[in-house]
């Protein structure tokens, strides 16, 4: 059974600090997403991440794919409350429609 | 244009009435997903259809039944649910190869008294 397991699982920080999410698994994907999710609204996509090293950066926002595809992580810098939110990585392998979903990391920056 | 549209946004049904939920994309994809999320917990993938056709069904009890009109629509038909059905129901869409970006809806809250 693939798995995918986010750390940590809840993240309380103030405005302005740094912070990183991983996700972490034992099967290979063929890309990972990461989203983020407000309360009562569906997951918004904030990056697909297919190469084994890749770096994408979104303004403050950092994304890792590991080397051998197995885990990821996402790094911000200098957080601010609109960052709060959860934050959700999907693994997604090739030749199937089943998406693995990370546990998902709970994220208050504070005022 | 990589939007998901949803209706309704929010739903409160009875266990005896009989509804629908409704999902539109026009990005061209031809894979289609519904999910179930409750709160605080990541969404559980329901239904897959594939070129219009069921492709995965995660064991759902037969009173949700899905349905694919065409490429661009996907419908979930809800009749006697239970409390414990009230949830977040998520509907998504992807290019067919598999390991795509998925892409999801905004949502319907539904509540089932």
């Known amino acids: 059974t693939q798995l995918l397991e986010q750390s940590p699982q809840f993240l309380s920080i103030q405005e302005g600090e740094n912070l990183t999410v991983y996700c972490n698994s034992s099967?290979?994907?063929?890309?990972l997403q990461w989203y983020r999710q407000e309360p009562g609204e569906g997951p918004v996509l904030l990056v697909t991440?297919?190469?084994?090293?890749e770096v994408k950066k979104l303004k403050r926002l950092t994304f890792q794919f590991g080397d051998a595809r197995k885990d990821s992580s996402l790094h911000i810098t200098a957080a601010q409350t609109g960052d709060t939110g959860l934050y959700l990585c999907?693994?997604?392998?090739?030749?199937?429609?089943?998406?693995?979903f990370g546990t998902g990391t709970r994220l208050k920056v504070l005022a | 244009d990589t939007e998901v549209t949803q209706t309704p946004k929010h739903l409160v049904m009875g266990m005896t009435n009989k509804k629908s939920l409704k999902c539109e994309q026009h990005?061209?994809?031809?894979?289609m997903y519904w999910y179930k999320q409750k709160a605080k917990k990541p969404p559980e993938l329901m239904f897959v259809?594939?070129?219009?056709?069921?492709?995965i069904n995660e064991s759902v009890p037969s009173r949700f039944s899905p349905e694919c009109p065409n490429s661009s629509l996907l419908n979930l038909h809800l009749h006697a649910l239970q409390p414990e059905d009230s949830a977040l129901y998520l509907c998504?869409?992807?290019?067919?190869?598999?390991?795509?970006?998925?892409?999801f809806g905004p949502g319907t809250r539904l509540l089932v008294l």
């Open positions: 099967s290979v994907f063929s890309s």
């Open positions: 990005m061209g994809h031809r894979a």
């Open positions: 991440v297919v190469t084994g090293g």
């Open positions: 999907a693994g997604a392998s090739s030749g199937t429609y089943k998406y693995i």
């Open positions: 259809y594939s070129y219009e056709k069921l492709s």
């Open positions: 998504a869409s992807s290019h067919i190869t598999g390991g795509e970006t998925q892409y």
